[in-house]
C-alpha cells in the first residue's frame, strides 16, 4: 500500500522556521522525483519545490527561493522542505507528491497545516 505521510507542520512566528517531513513507503522512493506543493483556503494549489530522484537537483518557486530547501535521504525514504524567514503568506496545507512520468501513477500525501502568526 502507497502511502506519503506529512510531519512537522504547525504554529510559527513569521520569522520563524519549520521542518517538514514526507515518509514514503508502498513504492520504490529511489525512482520517483519529489515535490511539495502547497495550498491556502481559498487559492488553487501550487508548486514549491520539487527535486529529482537521486537528489541532483532542485527548483524552488521564486516565493520562495532563498527561505526554503528541498532535500531527500533515499535511505530512509523520506523528503524534506526545511522552511525559513517563514512570512504569514506561506500559511497552507503542504503536500508532498511523488511523480515519475507518465507510464506510472503519481501519488500523494494528506497535507501538514503550516500557521504563520503572531
Known amino acids: 500500500q502507497v502511502q506519503l505521510v506529512e510531519s512537522g507542520g504547525g504554529l510559527v512566528q513569521p520569522g520563524g522556521s519549520l521542518r517538514l517531513s514526507c515518509a514514503a513507503s508502498?513504492?520504490?522512493?529511489?525512482?520517483?522525483?519529489m515535490r511539495w506543493y502547497r495550498q491556502a483556503p481559498g487559492k488553487e494549489r501550487e508548486l514549491v519545490a520539487a527535486?529529482?530522484?537521486?537528489?541532483?537537483?532542485?527548483n524552488y518557486a521564486d516565493f520562495v527561493k532563498d527561505r526554503f530547501t528541498i532535500s531527500r535521504d533515499n535511505a530512509k525514504n523520506t523528503v524534506y522542505l526545511q522552511m525559513n524567514s517563514l512570512k504569514p503568506e506561506d500559511t497552507a496545507v503542504y503536500y508532498c507528491?511523488?511523480?515519475?512520468?507518465?507510464?506510472?501513477?503519481?501519488?500523494w500525501g494528506q497535507g501538514t497545516q503550516v500557521t504563520v502568526s503572531s
Open positions: 507528491n511523488a511523480r515519475r512520468s507518465i507510464w506510472y501513477p503519481e501519488y
Open positions: 508502498g513504492f520504490t522512493f529511489s525512482n520517483y522525483a
Open positions: 527535486i529529482t530522484s537521486a537528489g541532483g537537483s532542485t
